[in-house]
Structure formats: structure tokens, C-alpha cells
């Protein structure tokens, strides 16, 4: 038992953390936003293939580097920490981690190595409002026709949708049971849009499927229901993004930190009245305690076989903190920054509109306890 | 950064339970979950019985060093022995200043002399210690310490008053910040004591609390003595030594706190199956909020430790106290909602209410001492954030 970073864990943090520091400030972030698919496509072909980021908890023998959750997690607090625009969490975390832990071996084996080299992006549409959704939700019907499928269905809101090489889609069979397909933009019956989103660090896309015409080997999971699986992969997610929130709030702290040093009001800097210092220490309370959650969480995940419900409770845990404390710090740091904290030319906004794009998913605070409590009251 | 633990750890981890089901019997079995924070009225005498019990099967001050009778165990091993011990329904140890607190502090910074007379005393359950800094005019400002010591004869002569000091009824012995230096004023002049309780011109009175029990006290020094024997580190330097007396506060033993926590979560729990308040969403949200608190603490003190070797208190060390306080709080007014009208009522026969009822109101103080809420966010704001300091 030893709970903190070894040597190469460190060296994964810190390296990072320069990279972005130096490739994804505050213009540059801008910049990307305002890009048609909202992605710094420079720092991702860096990060995604020089960097090796992909790679990170791909087993080595597909070309991964075979690490765990915890590295991920620690990616993805310092890409979190600068809201990189890469489509990261949902082409390496989301699309691959459910290829991982809930697709068939033989069939994935390929794309899984494509996606580790960073040479192709997916996306995840794993339910209709993909907002909220959790293992065992689909976004699709699959209906065998002749030697293959036939999907039908819509997800509203894929996270970097519009500039994927492929998607991962959720789909029922007949017969009930979960299965994830292969789907590309330009096959038949699949119409792709991007949605305009106030979060414009991280664009949604519109994903509909008419009829949509697959053969049998695009669907990734083979012949075994995918809910176990995804029951992994989702609780691995969360505390993937849980770590990215965490990041985030520290930036919130840190950027107010700075500003409350500097501002002077009534002939002193703002950080030294006791009620900004209080403020300032409440936000790194709920930060560290987060920040702790979401390691530990990725740390017990990481050598968990099949997650048990008190895994996967920890998991929400882990998210609801973290969605807790980034909202509490963005709020915080937009009030502390007064007048200025409201203008679209300082930060705060940015993190404010993640906190809240964020909030959503797996499902909001209250719907994540409210499944923990269940668990305690054993229901 | 790992949690798990060896095949060797749960070898050791068995170790602990079995001797605590072999132990934690007969006589000792009214003492399961008693004696904690809040409770510390119940059977003392019989609780000091078992610090003896616990030190004969080699489990006191296991973390001391061999050489000074402890067990010198790695962190790992603390924190089994202090999560098994707590699981076991293990009784509030009576001896926890003496183990935790001012045997350390003499391990750190005392003379081998005082090594050898001080330790074996507190390690075998023989001397209970309490901790005397706080005054009516030195509570969140420690420094204003007015009580006074005066080189005598040979003997530091000590007039003065402390003020909440707990369980100074049933110790032995009390460690002493006091001013020794005439006109000096704030961290300057102070030196450190060690007293025996029991000698002419000590008074101890009990105060009562909003609990209705006696936990803390006044204690009154008229002239008692001091040996200089007794003093740790040089006179003058009292503050040195009393800081580095709250930095062991945070330690191994916050994980058998926890334990007791997850205790008294899992009677509050039952109670809302049991009378229906489980149906109430807003008390399941806060039962979730609880649930998720824990997991929190525990992956933060094992941060916190695992981090400390370098000295300074990291970040997730110094929030350690507000987090922990402030959960507890919550859980103690959780509790109470969950028992509705009839937690306001008094049951000598239901033992569960009258813990959750003492908890309820005890958990009040949990903010207040060992350093305030306001204070803890000072030091985490100044020390961890580096904003501008406090006037002083
Ligand atoms: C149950 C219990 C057990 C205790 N046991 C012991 C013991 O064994 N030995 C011992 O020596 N002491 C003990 N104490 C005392 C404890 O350490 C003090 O009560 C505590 O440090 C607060 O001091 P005070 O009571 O004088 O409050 P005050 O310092 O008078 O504080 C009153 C209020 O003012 C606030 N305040 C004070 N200064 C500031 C500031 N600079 N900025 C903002 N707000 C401020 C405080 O946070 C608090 O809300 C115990 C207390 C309790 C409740």
C-alpha cells in the first residue's frame, strides 16, 4: 500500500502538464473553439500520436503501453486543468474503453491499435440523449438483416461527433440483449451534424441512424451482451472525467489565487480580507477532496476484475464530487474575479460553461446518490 | 500509487482481528464502539484495564519505535492494526494523548532521560496524560498565554488557570504551555512542562457540556511544581515544542476514526430502514452524501500519510480537519432528522439513540477545537495558498 505517484507516474503528470502549458493557453484554447470542429487538430496529432497519449491503458500486446486508469486520470486532471480542445476523453476514454472492457476480442483487436496510434478518432453514442446515460442504455435498435444489421435510432449529443472517423454505437438487438457496432459518417443511412454548444471547448454532434446497413463484423461486441462491460467501461469514464474536473477546479483556484493577490480594493490586495481567504480555502477543501476520490476510485478500478457495485459506487462518487467542486470553484472564481469575472475576456466563463456541460453526464449529482443510496439501503 | 495490500499485510491484517475477537471479551465486551469522543464517561476505569490489556499483547503505541517498546510498524501495518482495531468495535483509547500526542513529542524532542522515565509509563497503560494550553484568554490565539512559571529553589512555580481540558479527571499527568519569561509577550517566553496532576496546588473542576456529561475541565495551578527535568526543550522555547506537538494531531489513528465513522453511518442507516425515513429523498441524498464523505476521507488520510515523509503537511493534509469536522457534523444533524420527534426524546433503554443523540451534540465541538473552522481556513489560505497573513 503506498498512495502516491511512483517515479514514472510523476514524470507522466508533469510532462504533461509543460506540454500544455506551453501548446494550450488561454488564445490558443480560444483559437480552437472557434474552429468548425472546435479541436486544436495541431495538439492532437501531438498528443495523440507523438505523445503516445491514446496508448496509455491499451494492452501492449495491441500496440497500447498497457498502463491503467491512474496514468489516464492523470492526463486527463492536466487536460482538464487547461480545457484542451482534443477529443480525447471521447475517442480514447469513452469509444475505446467500451471496445475494451465490452467488445470481442478478434473483432477489436485492429481498431483498438488504431485508436492507441492516434490514427484514427472515434466517438461514443451509447444512449439517445447520451446526456445522463448509463450502462445498459442504448442510443439504436439493431435488427439482423440478411448476413448483417440494420440500426435505427438517434443519439443528440456525441461528444466530438463531428470530426470522428467513426463512431461507437449502443444498439438493443431483438432478442434484448446490449451490443456495440462500428459506424462510419459516410455509410448509408447515417447523417452526421455538429450542434452548437455554450460549452464551445467540447462540440456535440447529432448522430441519426435510418436503416443504417452493417455487416456482420461491425458488430464489435460479437455475440455476448456488452451491459457487464459497459458497466466497467462507464465507471471508468467517470473517474476519467471526474480527474478532468478536478483539473479544471484547480485551475478555477488557481487562477483567483493570483487575481485576489493582485487586485487592490480599500488600499490592500482582496486576499487579504478573511472572507476572499476563507472563499479561496473552501474551494481547495472541495478540491482536494476530490481530487483524493477520483485517484482512489481510479486506483481500486484499476485492478478490479468485473466491477461490483460498490466499485461502481465509488466511481459515482468520484463524479459527483468532482462535478460538485468544479461548479462550486467556477462559481467562485467568477464572483471573486468581480466585474471582470463576468466578461467573455477572462477565463472563468470557460471553466464556468465546463462545469455545467459536464454536470450532465452519467447523470446529474442527484441521480448519482440517489443510486448510492439504494446501495446503502440495499434495494 | 497503490492500495492494495501484500499477502503479507492480510496475514497481518488477521493477526490483528483474531487477538481483538480473542481479546475484546468477557468483561471487555460492554466496551465494544463505547468511549469515543463525545462518550468518554463510559467505564473508565475498565477502559484503562484494557489500555493494559492491549499493551501486555504487544498492541500499544504500535508505531513507536522497538527500541522504545513500540512495534515500529510501517505505515501500512498502522493503518490494518488501527482499521481492525476500530472494526472490532475497539473502546476510544483513554491513553490517546500520551500515545499520540506528548509520547511522540518526547520521542522528537526529549532527553534520553525523559525518554526512559516518560515512555515505558504511557506505552503500558500506567500514566494517562491530558494537554494543558488552552486558557480563558489563549483559545484560537494560543500564544496569549497568561499562566506563569517561575524558577524557585530549583522548581518552576506555576500560577495560573487552563481552561477545557479534557479528561484532566481521569490523568495523571498534564503537558504545560506556560509564560516563563516576565513581560514577554506572543510566541516569545513561553516554556513547556510536564506535570504530575496529583500534587498540592492543582485544582481540577469538571464543566459541564451541552451534553450534559463532563469530558473537559478547569484545571487551577497555585504555586504546583514543575521539575526542570521536566521541561522539554530549552525554557523560552515552549512554542518550538508545542507546535511540533499539534503537528502528530494528524496521524495513522485518523484511519481507526474513520472506522467509527463508517459505525456510526451504518446505525443511522438501519434507523432510517427501520422507522421509514429511507423513503424521504432528501434524507437519501444525504445518506449518499455521507456514504461518498467516507470514501473521500479515507483515499485523503492515505494520501496524507503516504505523503508526509518530507515534513511539511501537504495540501490534502492541512483540509484533513476541516473535511473530517464539518462531515461529522453534518452526520450527527442527519441523524437526528432521520429519528425525527422522537430524537428529542430520551430512552434509557435504547442504547443506539443515546449514542446518536450524544454524537448529535458532541459533533458540535468538532469544529470548535483543536483549531476552529475559521482557523483551520486561515492556515490553509495563508500556508497552502499563500495569501497575505492575518494581523497579529
Ligand atoms: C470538547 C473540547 C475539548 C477541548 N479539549 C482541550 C484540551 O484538552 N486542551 C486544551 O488545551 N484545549 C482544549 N480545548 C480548547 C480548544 O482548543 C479551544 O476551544 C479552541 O482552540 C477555540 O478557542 P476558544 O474556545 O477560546 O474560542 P475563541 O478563540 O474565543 O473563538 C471564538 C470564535 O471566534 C473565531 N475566531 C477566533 N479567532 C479568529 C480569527 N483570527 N479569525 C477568524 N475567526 C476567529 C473562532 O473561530 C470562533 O468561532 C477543547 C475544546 C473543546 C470544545
Known amino acids: 500500500m503506498d498512495f502516491v505517484l511512483n517515479d514514472d507516474q510523476e514524470i507522466i503528470r508533469a510532462s504533461a502538464q509543460s506540454f500544455l502549458n506551453d501548446h494550450s493557453d488561454s488564445p490558443k484554447v480560444r483559437a480552437a473553439m472557434a474552429t468548425p470542429?472546435?479541436?486544436?487538430?495541431?495538439?492532437?496529432?501531438?498528443?495523440?500520436?507523438?505523445?503516445?497519449?491514446c496508448?496509455?491503458?491499451?494492452?501492449?500486446?495491441?500496440?497500447?503501453?498497457?498502463?491503467?486508469?491512474?496514468?489516464?486520470?492523470?492526463?486527463?486532471?492536466?487536460?482538464?486543468?487547461?480545457?484542451?480542445?482534443?477529443p480525447f476523453f471521447a475517442s480514447a476514454v469513452l469509444a475505446a474503453g467500451a471496445l475494451r472492457e465490452a467488445g470481442d476480442a478478434d473483432r477489436c483487436a485492429e481498431l483498438l491499435g488504431q485508436l492507441a496510434a492516434g490514427e484514427v478518432t472515434a466517438a461514443a453514442a451509447f444512449s439517445a440523449d447520451d446526456i445522463g446515460w448509463r450502462p445498459g442504455a442504448a442510443a439504436a435498435t439493431a435488427k439482423q438483416a440478411g448476413a448483417g444489421w440494420q440500426l435505427d435510432g438517434a443519439a443528440r449529443c456525441v461528444l466530438h461527433g463531428s470530426a470522428a472517423d467513426l463512431f461507437v454505437v449502443a444498439a438493443r438487438d431483438e432478442a434484448g440483449a446490449l451490443r456495440l457496432f462500428r459506424v462510419a459518417p459516410n455509410d448509408a443511412g447515417v447523417t452526421v451534424s455538429r450542434r452548437k454548444t455554450v460549452d464551445e471547448t467540447r462540440p456535440y454532434a447529432q448522430l441519426t441512424l435510418k436503416g443504417a446497413a452493417l455487416a456482420e463484423e461491425r458488430c464489435l461486441s460479437g455475440a455476448a451482451d456488452a451491459t457487464v462491460g459497459m458497466m466497467k467501461a462507464t465507471a471508468q469514464a467517470m473517474v476519467a472525467l471526474a480527474a478532468e474536473q478536478v483539473g479544471a477546479a484547480q485551475s478555477c483556484l488557481d487562477i483567483t489565487v493570483a487575481y485576489v493577490s493582485e487586485r487592490k480594493q480599500f488600499g490592500r490586495v482582496i486576499g487579504s480580507f478573511q472572507a476572499v481567504k476563507h472563499r479561496c480555502a473552501e474551494m481547495m477543501v472541495k478540491i482536494e477532496a476530490a481530487r483524493s476520490l477520483a485517484l482512489g476510485a481510479a486506483c481500486r478500478l484499476a485492478v478490479a476484475g468485473p466491477v461490483g457495485d460498490e466499485d461502481f459506487a465509488e466511481a459515482e462518487a468520484a463524479k459527483f464530487y468532482a462535478t460538485d467542486a468544479l461548479f462550486f470553484c467556477a462559481q467562485e472564481a467568477i464572483q471573486l474575479h468581480g466585474g471582470v469575472g463576468f466578461t467573455w475576456e477572462y477565463d472563468p466563463q470557460l471553466y464556468f460553461k465546463r462545469a455545467q456541460a459536464t454536470a450532465a453526464w452519467f447523470g446529474s449529482s442527484s441521480a448519482l446518490r440517489e443510486d448510492i443510496a439504494s446501495r446503502v439501503f440495499g434495494q | 500509487m497503490k492500495l492494495e495490500f501484500s499477502a503479507e499485510d492480510e496475514a497481518f491484517r488477521r493477526e490483528v482481528a483474531e487477538w481483538m475477537k480473542a481479546n475484546l471479551v468477557g468483561e471487555f465486551e460492554v466496551l465494544r464502539f463505547r468511549?469515543?469522543?463525545?462518550?468518554?464517561?463510559?467505564?473508565?476505569?475498565?477502559?484503562k484495564k484494557w489500555e493494559r490489556k492491549l499493551a501486555e499483547g504487544g498492541w500499544a503505541c504500535v508505531n513507536w519505535p522497538q527500541e522504545h517498546g513500540g512495534r515500529g510498524l510501517s505505515l501500512a501495518h498502522q493503518v490494518i492494526f488501527h482499521e481492525e482495531y476500530a472494526r472490532a468495535g475497539g473502546p476510544g483509547r483513554l491513553g490517546h494523548l500520551g500515545e499520540g500526542l506528548i509520547g511522540p513529542t518526547i520521542l522528537a524532542l526529549g532527553s534520553e532521560d525523559q525518554k526512559q522515565r516518560?515512555?515505558?509509563?504511557?506505552?503500558e497503560g500506567r500514566d494517562y496524560w491530558c494537554q494543558g494550553y488552552s486558557e480563558p484568554g489563549a483559545g484560537s490565539d494560543l500564544a496569549n498565554v497568561q499562566t506563569k512559571a517561575v524558577f524557585e529553589d530549583g522548581k518552576w512555580k506555576v500560577t495560573g488557570q487552563k481552561v477545557w481540558t479534557s479528561l484532566a479527571h481521569e490523568c495523571n499527568w498534564i503537558f504545560v504551555l506556560a509564560r516563563c519569561e516576565a513581560g514577554s509577550k506572543g510566541h516569545k517566553g513561553l516554556i513547556f512542562l510536564l506535570m504530575p496532576l496529583d500534587q498540592p496546588g492543582v485544582e481540577v473542576r469538571p464543566i459541564k457540556q451541552l451534553t450534559g456529561t463532563a469530558e473537559f475541565n478547569e484545571v487551577f495551578f497555585d504555586g504546583a511544581v514543575a521539575l526542570p527535568e521536566n521541561v522539554i526543550g530549552e525554557p523560552g522555547d515552549g512554542w518550538k515544542v508545542a507546535m511540533a506537538l499539534l503537528a502528530f494531531e494528524r496521524g495513522t489513528s485518523t484511519l481507526g476514526q474513520q472506522m467509527h465513522f463508517i459505525h456510526e453511518l451504518e446505525l443511522i442507516a438501519a434507523e432510517a430502514k427501520k422507522n421509514g425515513a429511507y423513503a424521504d429523498p432528501s434524507i437519501r441524498?444525504?445518506?449518499?452524501?455521507?456514504?461518498?464523505?467516507?470514501?473521500?476521507?479515507?483515499?485523503?488520510?492515505?494520501?496524507?500519510?503516504?505523503?508526509?515523509?518530507?515534513?511539511?503537511?501537504?495540501?490534502?493534509?492541512?483540509?484533513?480537519?476541516?473535511?473530517?469536522?464539518?462531515?461529522?457534523?453534518?452526520?450527527?444533524?442527519?441523524?437526528?432528522?432521520?429519528?425525527?420527534?422522537?430524537?428529542?426524546?430520551?430512552?434509557?433503554?435504547?442504547?443506539?439513540?443515546?449514542?446518536?443523540?450524544?454524537?448529535?451534540?458532541?459533533?458540535?465541538?468538532?469544529?470548535?477545537?483543536?483549531?476552529?473552522?475559521e482557523i483551520q481556513l486561515n492556515i490553509i489560505s495563508e500556508r497552502a495558498l499563500g495569501l497575505p497573513r492575518e494581523p497579529r
Not at chain 2, 468511549?35 to 477502559?47: C, K, N, Q, T
Request: contains cysteine; negative net charge; charged residues 20%.
Open chain 1, 37 to 53: 470542429d472546435g479541436i486544436d487538430t495541431a495538439l492532437w496529432r501531438q498528443a495523440a500520436t507523438e505523445l503516445g497519449w
Open chain 1, 55 to 86: 496508448a496509455t491503458d491499451v494492452p501492449e500486446d495491441l500496440g497500447g503501453l498497457g498502463l491503467s486508469l491512474v496514468e489516464v486520470a492523470l492526463l486527463m486532471e492536466q487536460m482538464g486543468q487547461r480545457l484542451a480542445c482534443l
Open chain 2, 35 to 47: 468511549g469515543g469522543p463525545g462518550d468518554e464517561e463510559a467505564y473508565p476505569a475498565l477502559r
Open chain 2, 118 to 123: 516518560f515512555l515505558p509509563g504511557i506505552r
Open chain 2, 285 to 373: 441524498q444525504r445518506i449518499a452524501l455521507a456514504w461518498a464523505g467516507l470514501r473521500a476521507m479515507r483515499y485523503n488520510a492515505l494520501r496524507m500519510l503516504s505523503g508526509t515523509e518530507g515534513g511539511t503537511l501537504p495540501r490534502e493534509g492541512m483540509m484533513y480537519k476541516y473535511f473530517w469536522s464539518n462531515w461529522h457534523r453534518d452526520l450527527g444533524k442527519l441523524a437526528m432528522d432521520i429519528l425525527g420527534n422522537e430524537s428529542m426524546v430520551v430512552d434509557e433503554n435504547d442504547l443506539t439513540r443515546q449514542k446518536l443523540q450524544g454524537m448529535f451534540m458532541f459533533t458540535r465541538s468538532d469544529t470548535i477545537y483543536a483549531g476552529t473552522n
